[in-house]
C-alpha cells in the first residue's frame, strides 16, 4: 500500500557509462526526479577508464552509438570502422552535453552500500562522501567488465619500477621510449595493447599463461562520403543487429555446416577472415558453436593463420591455442597482434612451462630466472559480470546480502530484477540478454524495459515491485539449459565465471553468467512479459497473484502474438 515517506530521489542510478547515461536520458524524458551516482570524476564506465594504447571498439563503430535518438546519429561522425578510446569518450561526453544530462550526475560519490527499507518501499544508500540517500527504485548500471582482478602472485608490492592493470593505465602520457616492458596476459585486452607498446618500447616480454585465438580486426577510417552513406542506412543497420543473435551487423550463415564441401568452407573462411571485425565469429556457421567437429576443423584453419603469420615456427605454435577450440571464448580482435611476435624488441615467456615464481624488485622471476622490467602492465581480466555488484554491500528485504546470494553464481529474473530486492532493476545485469551482445544494442533494450516497469509502477500507483522465487527459478533454469548446447559451457573464461585470481572462481563450477539464447528471443521473452502485465512479478496493492509465472517461452508466444 501507498506509504507517505518522500525519498530523496524517486530513482537512483549507480554508473555513469553507456547504460547509466541512456537511462537517465530515458526518466528525465518521463520528468522522473532521478540521478546518476558515480565512483569515477567523469562520465564514460569502460571508455573512461580503459585508456591503454590499442583500446577500441570490436564492434562496428556505428552500431555502438546509441540508436534512440535521430538527432544524434545525424551529427555524429565516427572517423575509423572500429574507434578507439579517446573517441568513444568524446562520444559519450557530447551525447551527454548535447542532451543536457551532466546536471543530473555526481561524480566521485561510490555507492558503498544500499539497504532495502520494506517498512516504506525503498532504498537506502550510503555514499563514500559522507552522505545517505534513499530513492523508490534503485537502478544498477555497474558495467560487466568494470572491477579489474590482479595476479595472486608473491612479491607484487615488491616491485620498485611502475605496475598497474590496463583498467587503470594512467591518464597522463607515459613515455615507453626506451624502457623494458612486461605484458602478463593475452586475453582481448593484452592482444589489443601488444602490438602498439611493441612498436614505442625497447623491450617487451609477453607472459603467456594459455594463448588465445585471435583474428583481425580490417579497421579502417571512415570518411565522411562513407560516413553519409553509414547516417543514411542507419535504419537498416539497426534492423540487421536486431535481427542477428548478438546485436551485430554480421549475420550467421544458416547454410549447414555439411551442407557444403570442404572447399566451399574454406572460401567462406577466406573471405571472413579478410572482414572487418566479427564476421569471422558470428558471419560463420552456426555449428562452430555446438559442434566439436566444424569447430576443430575451423580451428585448425586458424592455426595455420598463426603459423603463416609468426615467422618463428616454433613460437608460432606456442600461440596456437589447445585447450579450447576458435570462438567458445570471447573472440579478441586484432591489428597487427602475430606480426608483434616477429619484432627483435619483443619475446614471449611461456609460463605455462617456465611459471612464474614472484615478482621481485627489479622485475619477474619465472622457473628459467629473473628479467628486469621498467613497467610491468597486468593484463589480467575483471572480476566479470557480478565483481561490481559484490562491491557493493547490497541488503535485500530480510538482510540477506546480494553477494551471499550469489556466492555459486548469479540468480536474477530475466537478468534484471532479484527475488528479495525489490524495486531493484539492472539493465544490463547477470544472466540479461545485453550480457552478452553488442553491449548498446542489449543496454537500449534493458533501459527501456526497466524504464516501462516504472512508467507502469507509476500508472498503477504501485511502490513495490519483486519477481517471484518460482519466476527467478525459471529463468535461472532456461539460462542454464542455454549454456548445455554450446561448446562454450567448457571453456575457462569469464563466459563461464572462471578467475583464477578470485578465490572460488577458479575453473570447477560453472557460473551461468550471461544469456545464450541470442538477443531477439530475449526481446520477445521480455516484451511478453512486460505485455502481460509482468507475470512472475509481485506488485505492491493491486499487483498480479503472487506465483502465477508464466514460463520463458510462454512469454516469447504471448510477444509474438
Ligand atoms: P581476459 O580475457 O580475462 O584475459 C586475461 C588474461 O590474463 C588471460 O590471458 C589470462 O590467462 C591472463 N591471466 C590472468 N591472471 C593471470 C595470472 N595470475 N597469471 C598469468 N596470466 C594471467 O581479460 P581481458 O583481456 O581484459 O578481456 C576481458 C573482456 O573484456 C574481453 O573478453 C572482452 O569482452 C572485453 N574487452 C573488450 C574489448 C573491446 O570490445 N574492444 C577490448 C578488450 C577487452 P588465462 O587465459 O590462462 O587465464
Known amino acids: 500500500m501507498a506509504t507517505a515517506v518522500q525519498p530523496d530521489y524517486e530513482t537512483i542510478i549507480i554508473g555513469a557509462g553507456v547504460a547509466g547515461?541512456?537511462?537517465?536520458?530515458?526518466?528525465?524524458?518521463?520528468?522522473?526526479?532521478?540521478?546518476?551516482?558515480?565512483?569515477?570524476?567523469?562520465?564514460g564506465g569502460t571508455w573512461y577508464n580503459n585508456r591503454y594504447p590499442g583500446?577500441?571498439?570490436?564492434?562496428?563503430?556505428?552500431?555502438?552509438?546509441?540508436?534512440?535518438?535521430?538527432?544524434?546519429?545525424?551529427?555524429?561522425?565516427?572517423?575509423?570502422?572500429?574507434?578507439?578510446?579517446?573517441?568513444?569518450?568524446?562520444?559519450?561526453?557530447?551525447?551527454?552535453?548535447?542532451?543536457?544530462?551532466?546536471?543530473?550526475?555526481?561524480?566521485?560519490?561510490?555507492?558503498?552500500?544500499?539497504?532495502?527499507?520494506s517498512d516504506n518501499d525503498l532504498w537506502r544508500l550510503r555514499v563514500s562522501d559522507g552522505r545517505e540517500l534513499s530513492c523508490r527504485f534503485l537502478i544498477l548500471a555497474v558495467g560487466l567488465l568494470s572491477v579489474p582482478t590482479l595476479p595472486r602472485i608473491p612479491g607484487r608490492e615488491d616491485f620498485r619500477g611502475r605496475a598497474f592493470h590496463t583498467f587503470d593505465w594512467p591518464h597522463e602520457p607515459l613515455d615507453l621510449a626506451g624502457k623494458r616492458v612486461a605484458v602478463l596476459g593475452?586475453?582481448?585486452?593484452?592482444?589489443?595493447?601488444?602490438?602498439?607498446?611493441?612498436?614505442?618500447?625497447?623491450?617487451?616480454?609477453?607472459?603467456?599463461?594459455?594463448?588465445?585465438?585471435?583474428?583481425?580486426?580490417?579497421?579502417?577510417?571512415?570518411?565522411?562520403?562513407?560516413?553519409?552513406?553509414?547516417?543514411?542506412?542507419?535504419?537498416?543497420?539497426?534492423?540487421?543487429?536486431?535481427?542477428?543473435?548478438?546485436?551485430?551487423?554480421?549475420?550467421?550463415?544458416?547454410?549447414?555446416?555439411?551442407?557444403?564441401?570442404?572447399?566451399?568452407?574454406?572460401?567462406?573462411?577466406?573471405?571472413?577472415?579478410?572482414?572487418?571485425?566479427?564476421?569471422?565469429?558470428?558471419?560463420?556457421?552456426?555449428?562452430?558453436?555446438?559442434?566439436?567437429?566444424?569447430?576443430?576443423e575451423l580451428s585448425a584453419y586458424l592455426a595455420n593463420r598463426i603459423r603463416q603469420r609468426v615467422k618463428d615456427p616454433v613460437l608460432a605454435e606456442k600461440l596456437i591455442p589447445r585447450d579450447h577450440g576458435f570462438g567458445v571464448q570471447r573472440v579478441p580482435m586484432e591489428s597487427g597482434y602475430f606480426e608483434a611476435y616477429n619484432r627483435d624488441n619483443v619475446r614471449l615467456v611461456d609460463i605455462s612451462e617456465t611459471p612464474i615464481e614472484r615478482i621481485t624488485e627489479r622485475g619477474i622471476r619465472t622457473t628459467e630466472g629473473e628479467s628486469e622490467f621498467?613497467?610491468?602492465?597486468?593484463?589480467?581480466?575483471?572480476?566479470?559480470?557480478?565483481?561490481?555488484?559484490?562491491h557493493i554491500d547490497i541488503r535485500g528485504t530480510d538482510g540477506e546480502a546480494l553477494r551471499d546470494k550469489w556466492r555459486d553464481g548469479p540468480s536474477t529474473f530475466v537478468g534484471m530484477m532479484i527475488h528479495g530486492f525489490p524495486n531493484l532493476l539492472m539493465p544490463n545485469g547477470p544472466q540479461s540478454g545485453s550480457a552478452s551482445t553488442n553491449y548498446p544494442r542489449g543496454i537500449e533494450v534493458g533501459v527501456d524495459w526497466c524504464t516501462r516497469l516504472i512508467e507502469y509502477m507509476r500508472a498503477h500507483g504501485h511502490l513495490r515491485a519483486e519477481p517471484t522465487r518460482e519466476a527467478e527459478e525459471r529463468w535461472a533454469a532456461h539460462v542454464a539449459e542455454m549454456y548445455q548446447k554450446l561448446l562454450m559451457r567448457k571453456a575457462k573464461s569469464w563466459f563461464t565465471g572462471y578467475n583464477s585470481n578470485i578465490e572460488g572462481h577458479e575453473a570447477g563450477r560453472i557460473r551461468y553468467f550471461i544469456y545464450n539464447g541470442g538477443m531477439p528471443k530475449y526481446r520477445k521473452i521480455i516484451q511478453g512479459i512486460a505485455h502481460m502485465g509482468y507475470e512472475g512479478v509481485v506488485f505492491d496493492g493491486a499487483g498480479n497473484p503472487a506465483g502465477t509465472t508464466t514460463s520463458p517461452a510462454q512469454a516469447a508466444g504471448m510477444a509474438s502474438s
Request: aromatic share 14%; with cysteine.
Open 21 to 43: 547515461i541512456y537511462q537517465i536520458k530515458r526518466l528525465v524524458d518521463l520528468g522522473i526526479h532521478a540521478t546518476v551516482l558515480e565512483a569515477a570524476p567523469d562520465l
Open 55 to 117: 583500446a577500441r571498439f570490436d564492434s562496428e563503430s556505428y552500431t555502438y552509438g546509441y540508436s534512440f535518438s535521430k538527432e544524434l546519429l545525424a551529427e555524429w561522425h565516427w572517423k575509423e570502422h572500429f574507434s578507439a578510446q579517446p573517441e568513444n569518450l568524446r562520444y559519450l561526453n557530447f551525447v551527454a552535453d548535447r542532451l543536457d544530462l551532466r546536471r543530473h550526475m555526481q561524480f566521485g560519490c561510490r555507492v558503498e552500500a544500499a539497504r532495502f527499507d
Open 186 to 296: 593475452t586475453g582481448a585486452t593484452a592482444i589489443q595493447l601488444i602490438p602498439e607498446v611493441a612498436k614505442k618500447a625497447a623491450q617487451l616480454t609477453v607472459f603467456q599463461r594459455r594463448p588465445n585465438w585471435a583474428a583481425p580486426l580490417n579497421n579502417r577510417p571512415i570518411s565522411e562520403e562513407e560516413m553519409d552513406g553509414i547516417r543514411a542506412r542507419y535504419d537498416e543497420i539497426f534492423a540487421t543487429c536486431d535481427r542477428s543473435p548478438y546485436g551485430f551487423v554480421h549475420e550467421p550463415d544458416r547454410r549447414g555446416f555439411r551442407e557444403v564441401s570442404r572447399e566451399e568452407r574454406i572460401a567462406l573462411w577466406d573471405r571472413l577472415y579478410d572482414e572487418p571485425g566479427f564476421a569471422i565469429w558470428l558471419a560463420n556457421f552456426l555449428e562452430i558453436f555446438s559442434d566439436e567437429e566444424a569447430n576443430a
Open 374 to 390: 621498467d613497467i610491468i602492465v597486468y593484463a589480467t581480466g575483471f572480476d566479470a559480470i557480478t565483481g561490481a555488484y559484490d
